[in-house]
C-alpha cells in the first residue's frame, strides 16, 4: 500500500491518475514475478470473429484489450475504471479501436450493468481492493450481467490463508482510527486466499468455479 506524505490511504482514483503514465511499465517489470494475468485471461474467452460483447472492470490503460482483441477482433468492449488518467491512456492507446470501445469512468461497485448482456466478465488487477461484502455484492451483479452460458474471468492478486487476515486487520484499523470513510475508495491492498476468493463467487451464485492458474500470489478464476 501506498500513503500520502501525512500516511494517509489515497484515494484510488488518485492514486491511479498519478500512476498512469507509467503503469504499463510497472505491469510488463512484474510479469516474471507474478505470472501474465492478463494473458491468460484473455487466453479463457473463445477465439472468434463473432462480435462478443465483454464488459471490463477496472480496465486501466487497456492492457489485456490487445489480447482480447487479437482472440475477438470484432468483440464490444465496455470498459469501465474509476481513473480518469488510466482511461486517457487506453484511448490513446487504442485510438484505432475506439469504435468497438465503450469507455465508462467511474465505480463498478455501484454502477448498474446491462443485465443478460455479456458473453464474457473479464477483470485483471482490481477487486484486491474490496471487502468480502462489497465483492459479494459486486458478483452477485456480474452474474446478472453474463449470458446464461457467460463467463466471468478474474486474475488477481492472491495471498496464503495465514496471510490474508493481516491486511483485513489492517484495513479495519484504519476505519477505527478514522484515518478512512467506510464511503470512499482507496488504494489499500485486501488480497483474498484463493479458497476465500472460491467461496465468495459460490455464495454469488455461480455453480463453477475453477482455478485457471495458480502461481506465487498470483491466480486466475473462472465462474459460471
Known amino acids: ?17 498519478d500512476k498512469a503514465s507509467t503503469y504499463d511499465d510497472h505491469q510488463k517489470a512484474n510479469i516474471t ?4 494475468r492478463h494473458m491468460i485471461v484473455a487466453g479463457a474467452i473463445e477465439e472468434t470473429s463473432r462480435e462478443l460483447r465483454i464488459l471490463d472492470l477496472g ?3 487497456g492492457i489485456e484489450l490487445e489480447m482480447l482483441l487479437a482472440r475477438a477482433p470484432n468483440a464490444r468492449i465496455t470498459c ?3 481513473s480518469g488518467g488510466m482511461l486517457e491512456e487506453l484511448k490513446r492507446k487504442y485510438a484505432d479501436s475506439l469504435e468497438q470501445l465503450e469507455v465508462i469512468q467511474g465505480s463498478f461497485l455501484d454502477m448498474p450493468f446491462r443485465e443478460g448482456h455479456y458473453e464474457y466478465v473479464v ?11 462489497q465483492k459479494l455484492n459486486l458478483y452477485q451483479r456480474v452474474r446478472k450481467a453474463l449470458l446464461s452460458e457467460g463467463m466471468y474471468i478474474e486474475g488477481d492478486y492472491y495471498l496464503p490463508p495465514e496471510e490474508e487476515g493481516q491486511h483485513l486487520e489492517h484495513y479495519q484499523q484504519l476505519l477505527e482510527t478514522g484515518a478512512i470513510s467506510p464511503d470512499t475508495g482507496y488504494h ?17 451464485g455461480f455453480s463453477k468455479v475453477e482455478v485457471l492458474y495458480e502461481g506465487t500470489n498470483a491466480a486466475v478464476f473462472s465462474a459460471c
Do not use: K, W
Not at 1 to 17: C, T, W
Not at 188 to 204: C, G, H, K, M, W
Open 1 to 17: 500500500m501506498e500513503n500520502s506524505e501525512n500516511n494517509i490511504p489515497v484515494e484510488i482514483g488518485a492514486f491511479f491518475d
Open 188 to 204: 489499500i491492498d485486501i488480497p483474498f486466499s484463493v479458497t476465500r476468493q472460491r467461496q465468495v463467487l459460490l455464495e454469488a
Open 33 to 36: 514475478q507474478f505470472g501474465n
Open 123 to 133: 477483470s485483471v488487477l482490481a477487486m484486491h481492493h474490496f471487502i468480502y461484502p
Open 80 to 82: 469501465i475504471d474509476i
Open 59 to 61: 480496465c486501466g490503460t
